[in-house]
């Protein structure tokens, strides 16, 4: 706030500026629309806008809303984790299990090509 400037009285529910007398002179005219204009701004903007007395009694609520509504999105993101990682999991059991058993399998089909090896140059010497 500039020095001098004085907070225009809000109602305390709703956060938006009291109608001011419509008898101003010509010239306050602009300054007192100005001055509307940035209540209304105040009003829709993402803190609130309240003014001094009703940020004190709206604030910690709106506050407590915002933490809850944070540890919500927390708490979501967290089991989206958890579900993924136990989705991962189960994905690598399984291919730590196909690993082994494509592993026996080359071990096995290694040892045919030997044998077979083994019997072709035994008949090639008969």
């Known amino acids: 706030l500039k020095r001098g400037h004085r907070l225009k009285p809000r109602a305390p529910s709703s956060g938006v500026a009291l109608p001011r007398a419509a008898a101003a002179p010509a010239m306050g005219k602009a300054k007192d629309q100005e001055e509307a204009e ?3 701004q105040e009003a829709t903007s993402p803190r609130g806008g309240a003014g001094e007395g009703t940020r004190e009694e709206a604030g910690p609520k709106d506050v407590e809303t915002e933490i809850r509504a944070l ?3 927390a708490r979501h993101r967290l089991q989206g984790a958890r579900t993924m990682e136990e989705e ?6 399984t291919l730590q299990k196909k690993f082994k058993e494509l592993k026996r399998q080359q071990t096995q089909v290694a040892r045919e090509q030997q044998q077979t090896l083994g019997q072709l140059q035994n008949g090639l010497r008969n």
């Open 38 to 40: 940035e209540g209304e």
């Open 71 to 73: 540890l919500a999105k």
């Open 88 to 93: 991962n999991a189960s994905r690598l059991k």
